[in-house]
């Protein structure tokens, strides 16, 4: 299991989740920014090893606009089986980790 965090153009974050859903990742946490000069949108999701291609497929083909800001896609590993911690607050979603 990965935790991908990529950054994509705020405008393109509807379509993008749409196409995400198509290939089975239905949960995705969105943190907005927003300057004069742009808007992107961090966006960080979990997905199994095998989807990893194909999502960063599908993020810089929908969820960027060429600028360079957009274009950032890292994946972490996630460790399934790790017990659930959180120090502050309620956890709402595996994304939180």
């Not at 290939?23 to 989807?51: H, K, W």
């Not at 800001?69 to 709402?92: C, K």
Request: with cysteine; aromatic share 10%; proline share 4%.
């Amino acid at each position: 299991m990965k935790k991908i965090i990529a950054y994509v153009n705020t405008l393109r974050v509807h379509w993008l989740v749409e196409e995400m859903g198509k290939i089975g990742i239905n949960e995705i946490m969105v943190t907005e920014y927003f300057s004069p000069n742009s808007q992107i949108s961090r966006f960080v999701f979990l997905c199994n090893d095998d989807a990893i291609e194909k999502a960063r497929e599908i993020i810089h083909r929908i969820g960027t606009t060429g600028s360079l800001a957009d274009h950032f896609f890292e994946v972490y590993d996630v460790d399934p089986n790790a017990p659930d911690t959180l120090s502050l607050g309620q956890r709402i979603s595996p994304l939180e980790e």
